[in-house]
């Protein structure tokens, strides 16, 4: 297979990843990455909160348990070759009540399946110990988890895939895919790129793309921003390391928590509110596209359906201040309103069934010469170069790792 031309539609950090570990894994393939943007890792990696996953909440066996596991050595050891920073300050995932401390029992012994190394279990003094502004009466402690620099990451492996002779074309906003004699052809209006195999890691617009390829038309994304508070800079000395809840099963997301950041900002958050476009960052960014695509999709409803009390309360956290940090207050007391000003947001392109089931894991399959990632929430930048080692085997058959 030497001398084929791979395309990947998406410079986010899983499809670098995976362009990187192609050109590792086959030298002499040519990688091309198209990017509708001007630089990379402009979307879901650039608003990245930059820890890096241990493993703990995932279901055992899934490809979120594997791919983070095996991807969190693959990642430090990338980073600290590259002076990249690598920070392994630890969390605490904390109850704060007693009808907590079953389901924190219960995520323990998920994440001893999964394997997360040095894991304990931590009394309310402990807690103290290592977090001692927190509230809480007992933790789960996890010493490895880390927080790193995901955009850096991502220019580190664009800069990998030009080093072996590839290239990342920006401002290439593909419009079509058409298979023709002997390849697949990839245009941007009037610019048309052929290439042997292609890749789809887009991300937000994952179902987008894949609907230009003639892939099926489940899952869709459903965009979810996810707004930020930082602490003022007086008060950031009050957390040591990542602060996180006990997630709750009824719910999709994690909740508020804290999060130390590399550049020595704590963000506290986020929420989970449904975004008005796939791109909307901000209350302001509407697009009626994604609105209508959204509306007409049944698996929408059905979602609204099961989880609008949810929306409701998250909502109210996106208007108010007071109500966003009721709930962070449980995990550090001394923390209030006037301890926080509005920071940035994300969006999670977030997976959803026609039936309205919000799609967990890593969803990853083949059409013909077209590899589609088509579900790679959180932790997918930490699985990043581990994802890259999967598609990779996938898309030449091998299954070996490089």
């Known amino acids: 297979m030497a001398d084929e031309t791979i395309g990947i539609v998406g410079a986010g950090i899983v499809g670098l990843a995976t362009g990187r570990e ?8 040519r990688v091309v990455v198209f990017e ?15 820890v890096v996953h241990a493993g703990i909440y995932y279901a055992p066996g899934s490809l979120k348990a594997d791919l983070c596991v095996r991807g969190v050595p693959l990642l430090r050891e990338y980073c600290q070759e590259r002076g990249i920073p690598y920070r392994e300050i630890g969390k605490l995932v904390m109850a704060v009540r007693e009808d907590e401390l079953g389901r924190m029992e219960g995520l323990y012994e998920r ?15 402990e807690i103290r110990e290592l977090e001692p502004n927190a509230g809480g009466i007992a933790a789960l402690h996890s010493p490895r988890t880390a927080i790193t620099d995901y955009p850096a990451v991502a220019r580190g492996f664009a800069k990998d895939i030009e080093d072996s002779g590839g290239e990342v074309r920006l401002g290439f906003a593909v419009t079509s895919i058409t298979n023709v ?23 937000l617009q994952s179902d987008s793309v ?11 994304i459903v965009p979810f921003r996810g707004e930020y508070m930082l602490l ?34 704590v963000e506290v958050g986020p929420n989970a509110v449904l975004a008005l476009a796939k791109e909307g960052y901000s209350l302001g960014r509407v697009s009626v596209r994604d609105l209508a695509a959204l509306a007409a999709y049944p698996g929408a409803w059905k979602m609204a359906a099961q989880h609008w009390r949810t929306g409701v309360k998250e909502y109210r956290g996106s208007l108010s201040t007071a109500a966003f940090m009721k709930d962070a207050k449980l995990y ?14 994300g969006v999670r392109a977030q997976a959803l069934d026609r039936d309205g089931t919000l799609v967990d894991d890593f969803r990853i399959h083949q059409v013909g010469r077209i590899t589609a990632v088509r579900n790679a929430p959180s932790p997918a930048a930490t699985a990043s170069m581990a994802i890259a ?5 996938a898309v030449f058959g091998d299954g070996s790792a490089s």
Not at 22 to 29: D, E, H, S, W, Y
Not at 111 to 125: F, I, Q, Y
Not at 238 to 261: A, E, K, Q
């Open 36 to 50: 509708k943007e001007r630089t990379v890792a402009v979307h879901q990696t650039g608003h990245n909160s930059g």
């Open 181 to 203: 004699p002997g390849g697949i052809e990839v245009a941007s209006g009037q610019d048309r790129v052929k290439v042997d195999r292609l890749l789809l890691c887009a991300g």
């Open 332 to 345: 550090v007391p001394g923390v209030g309103p006037a301890d926080v000003v509005r920071g940035g947001a």
């Open 389 to 393: 080692e999967h598609v990779a085997a």
């Open 232 to 265: 003022k800079p007086e008060k950031t000395d009050l957390v040591n390391g990542l602060i996180y809840p006990v997630p709750d099963p009824r719910y999709p997301f994690l909740g508020v928590h804290f999060t130390p950041r590399v550049d020595g900002s």
């Open 210 to 220: 894949a609907k230009l390829a003639q892939d099926k038309q489940e899952p869709r």
């Open 22 to 29: 192609i050109a590792l894994r086959r030298p002499g393939t």
């Open 111 to 125: 994440a001893g399946n999964n394997h997360v190394p040095d894991l304990r279990k931590v009394s309310k003094e």
